[in-house]
């Protein structure tokens, strides 16, 4: 079904955000936003995978909603959208979380397609915070989104590539 793929990456990671080392499968970057006032630490994650089917952008969308919410004791999908080109599909969806320890969250979700080595490629973009967090970080979170490109490889890197 989906399988992970590494791609040249680049991206802005937003002032006030720290990387940290992923700690799950198919996430290849993640940042937190630390406070330590909050129940929860605000998070960005980044995960990519390689897809083989041609299941229409707001399927795997649905996807992740189903994958998420085997897992909270409450999950309401607040905004789904479209966006993107018939080339380059994209999806957007704002989701109400509710833990099972009763912590009430806000995940903005942004899928975006993009040619890979294998066919294409499926970027999941997430930001995960509390709901007033979620007002101040979300606008960070867009700026990462928007920061997001494959890196072209220069000659050199290409050279350099087998050390």
Request: aromatic share 4%.
């Amino acid at each position: 079904m989906a399988d992970l793929v590494t791609l040249p990456l680049g991206f802005d990671v937003p002032e006030g955000w720290t990387p940290v080392p992923p700690v799950v499968s198919g996430v290849v970057f993640v940042a937190v936003h630390p406070n330590p006032e909050a129940d929860f630490t605000p998070n960005i994650t980044l995960g990519i995978q390689q897809r083989e089917d041609a299941l229409p952008i707001k399927e795997i969308a649905e996807e992740a909603v189903e994958r998420l919410g085997r897992t909270m004791a409450l999950l309401e999908v607040l905004d789904r959208q479209e966006v993107g080109s018939p080339a380059a599909p994209g999806c957007t969806q704002t989701l109400r979380l509710r833990t099972g320890e009763g912590q009430d969250l806000l995940q903005v979700q942004v899928f975006l397609t993009v040619p890979g080595p294998a066919g294409r490629v499926v970027l999941e973009l997430v930001c995960t915070a509390g709901p007033q967090d979620a007002r101040t970080l979300v606008p960070d979170f867009r700026k990462f989104v928007a920061s997001v490109h494959v890196r072209r490889e220069t000659p050199q890197e290409k050279e350099n590539d087998g050390d």
